[in-house]
């Protein structure tokens, strides 16, 4: 490939319209930028977003870096798609016309919504074909057995905790079923109310069974006072959980998770936590 112009908020032009395409195609528009070649607010916040999942800094530039990861990311879809027989073209790293009727007919012959975009379903079917559990088609649970062993346990010795520090604390969410997690991400978007997140069903830890949320309550009701909450965080922290009230995007005080240090994209293509 050769030189990638660097582009960010402002620029205009062939390459920032590739750009979009290639980040919309990895359903990474999850704020509905336009294709249009203008590299407005949305597109940069898109591009901090990709940064993030990929530990790039997350300046909103579109360098190298940023580049060949993006790229590298289409190429390995151009070149699955190609391999099972779905003509993709040539893995040039663009996720253009031939890509995108690619994996419209990948989606027909697997019953998903032929959009186009490798979301997350696609993602998986495409990338895990014979998965282990099948996380996708799981009911939402409150119960600590629908979590992963290791992240129950961690669960477990956080409830005990709280009640050693006079807290009534009770888990709110633990495993959430994909389908939810798309109704929350509809929220906001085309659904009334505020967005509450930028994961779709697939895309967050609560659907893979790292993660649960949890609340203090007063008089059997959850408490309204944010220390109890902070409290509450700490003592998640202390057991080496990884708390919501430190998140940089959208901070999500109830929200624990334990991620063995894999994101969902790497769950999303197969990778498994150790057992
Ligand atoms: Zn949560």
């Known amino acids: 490939m050769s030189t990638l112009p660097i582009i960010q908020l402002g ?4 390459y920032v319209r590739l750009y979009q395409m290639n980040l919309n195609g990895l359903a990474l528009n999850y704020n509905g930028f336009a294709i249009d070649g203008n590299f407005d607010i ?3 916040n898109a591009t901090k977003n990709f940064q993030d999942r990929f530990d790039l800094v997350s300046d909103g530039i579109v360098g190298p870096d940023t580049w060949k990861v993006l790229t590298e990311n289409v190429k390995a879809v ?8 779905y003509r993709a073209g040539y893995p040039d790293g663009w996720f253009g016309a031939n890509t995108t009727q690619a994996v419209q007919q990948f989606q027909r012959d697997n019953g998903l919504y032929p959009s186009g975009i490798v979301e997350p379903r696609t993602r998986r079917r495409l990338f895990d074909p014979h998965p282990k559990h099948s996380y996708e088609v799981r009911p939402s649970s409150n119960d600590l057995s629908s979590l992963n062993p290791h992240v129950a346990a961690l669960a477990r010795r956080f409830l005990d905790l709280t009640r050693q520090n006079q807290l009534d604390v009770r888990i709110t969410y633990a495993f959430r079923s994909w389908d939810d997690q798309d109704r929350l991400f509809a929220q906001g978007r085309w659904l009334p109310g505020d967005i509450v997140t930028n ?3 697939g895309d967050s830890y609560h659907n893979w069974g790292l993660a ?3 609340a203090p309550y007063e008089n059997g009701e959850i408490t309204t006072d944010n220390e109890k909450f ?6 998640g922290q202390q057991v080496g959980l990884e708390w919501g009230g430190t998140f940089k995007s959208i901070v999500d005080y109830p ?3 334990y991620t063995f240090g894999l994101k969902t994209w790497d ?6 936590p150790p057992a």
């Not at 151009?78 to 027989?85: A, E, I, Y």
């Not at 902070?230 to 003592?235: H, N, Q, T, V, W």
């Open 199 to 201: 994961a779709r069903g």
């Open 78 to 85: 151009q070149k699955l798609l190609n391999s099972r027989g």
């Open 42 to 44: 949305k597109t940069s």
């Open 267 to 272: 769950l999303l293509n197969g990778v498994t």
């Open 11 to 14: 620029s205009t032009g062939y």
């Open 212 to 214: 649960f949320d949890a």
């Open 230 to 235: 902070i409290k509450m965080g700490r003592l």
């Open 255 to 257: 929200h624990f998770q």
